[in-house]
T-cell receptor, first 116, second 114 residues
Framework: DAGVIQSPRHEVTEMGQEVTLRCKPI?????LFWYRQTMMRGLELLIY????????DSGMPEDRFSAKMPNASFSTLKIQPSEPRDSAVYFC??????????????FGDGTRLSIL | AQKVTQAQTEISVVEKEDVTLDCVYE???????LFWYKQPPSGELVFLIR??????QNEISGRYSWNFQKSTSSFNFTITASQVVDSAVYFC???????????FGAGTTVTVRA
């Protein structure tokens, strides 16, 4: 079975450019999560969706960050304009809801983003 | 507020030694879930184990075992007879009932030397 698929794996761009990260969750999973990993702050949740609807975006750092989930099989995280401090590894994860049983989240391989 | 604390930053052992990773969590919920994830040098995050707050039974799965103690809010993880391939960063995480997001600890880097 295919796991969570993220693209691109690596992205290097200059400050001020728009960056779009993509994620395809595991088929049948109704929860999708975006995390950011940095040395300073560790793994932190940015936003998560349930059935394509954003549930909690309190972790989104600034208005420069936006995320969408137009359908059950695709989500994007966009940064516009990008800044050097956005450099990090961005992970997408998905899980099955099943009520309140908090099933494990399965992570993609991540996108390593470098803003010059 | 920090919900998950992994006090050990780094652990280095020789192959075949046992490794125990400490995790202390904080929550006011009576229903919650605890997880361990592994992040090898290649960077991906791999789910290892999940426990819910109602099940304090400690288990063994292959070379992995865990010790969940609600009285001390601890969820420790042990790798028995470590191997070089176990070298990774290990994260403990907490999810509270009704809130699906994971709060991760800072991680413990395990290095297993041949």
């Amino acid at each position: 079975d295919a796991g969570v698929i993220q693209s691109p794996r690596h992205e290097v761009t200059e400050m001020g450019q728009e960056v779009t990260l993509r994620c395809k969750p595991i088929s049948g999973h109704d929860y999708l999560f975006w995390y950011r990993q940095t040395m300073m702050r560790g793994l932190e949740l940015l936003i998560y969706f349930n059935n394509n609807v954003p549930i909690d975006d309190s972790g989104m750092p600034e208005d420069r960050f936006s995320a969408k989930m137009p359908n059950a099989s695709f989500s994007t995280l966009k940064i516009q304009p990008s800044e050097p401090r956005d450099s990090a590894v961005y992970f997408c994860a998905s899980s099955v809801g099943q009520g309140r049983s908090n099933q494990p989240q399965h992570f993609g391989d991540g996108t390593r983003l470098s803003i010059l | 507020a920090q919900k998950v604390t992994q006090a050990q930053t780094e652990i280095s052992v020789v192959e075949k030694e046992d490794v125990t990773l400490d995790c202390v969590y904080e929550t006011r919920d009576t229903t919650y879930y605890l997880f361990w994830y592994k992040q090898p040098p290649s960077g991906e995050l791999v789910f290892l184990i999940r426990r819910n707050s109602f099940d304090e039974q400690n288990e063994i799965s292959g070379r992995y075992s865990w010790n969940f103690q609600k009285s001390t809010s601890s969820f420790n993880f042990t790798i028995t007879a470590s191997q070089v391939v176990d070298s990774a960063v290990y994260f403990c995480a907490l999810s509270e009932s009704g809130d699906y997001k994971l709060s991760f600890g800072a991680g413990t880097t395990v290095t297993v030397r041949a």
